[in-house]
Nanobody, 124 residues
Framework: QVQLVESGGGLVQVGESLRLSCAAA????????MGWFRQAPGKEREFVAA????????AYADSVKGRFTISRDIAKNTAYLQMNSLKPEDTAVYYC?????????????????WGQGTQVTVSS
C-alpha cells in the first residue's frame, strides 16, 4: 500500500505563487506516475498535471499550462506542484495521486492512490 500526504496549500492573492508537496510512503516502488487533480465547490474533480515518476515526462491541463510545473524528487519520494500567477479560478482542493500502470494519464480512474487533499484559495 502507498500513503500520499499533501501539504503547502493556503490563502494567497491573485498573481502570487504556491508550491504544493506530496510525500509518498509505503510501497513507493510501485508508483509509476504521479498526478495532481483539483476540485472546486460544486464542480467535478479535474486533471491538473501529471508526470512519469522516473523519466520526467509531463502533461498539463490547458488551463494551467505555462503557469504550473509538476516535478518530483525520487530521493525524497515527493512530488511537487509549483503554481505561479494564481487566479481566483484556481481555488479548489488539490489532490495528489499515484498510479501503478505504465504511461501518465489525465484519467482519475486510472490512479490507484490518493491523498487527502489540501485547500488552495486565491483571493482577488
Amino acid at each position: 500500500q502507498v500513503q500520499l500526504v499533501e501539504s503547502g496549500g493556503g490563502l494567497v492573492q491573485v498573481g502570487e505563487s504556491l508550491r504544493l508537496s506530496c510525500a509518498a510512503a509505503g510501497r513507493t516502488f510501485s508508483i509509476y506516475y504521479m498526478g495532481w487533480f483539483r476540485q472546486a465547490p460544486g464542480k467535478e474533480r479535474e486533471f491538473v498535471a501529471a508526470c512519469n515518476w522516473s523519466g520526467g515526462t509531463t502533461a498539463y491541463a490547458d488551463s494551467v499550462k505555462g503557469r504550473f510545473t509538476i516535478s518530483r524528487d525520487i530521493a525524497k519520494n515527493t512530488a511537487y506542484l509549483q503554481m505561479n500567477s494564481l487566479k481566483p479560478e484556481d481555488t479548489a482542493v488539490y489532490y495528489c495521486a499515484g498510479g501503478r500502470n505504465s504511461g501518465i494519464t489525465a484519467r482519475a480512474d486510472l490512479y490507484d492512490y490518493w491523498g487527502q487533499g489540501t485547500q488552495v484559495t486565491v483571493s482577488s
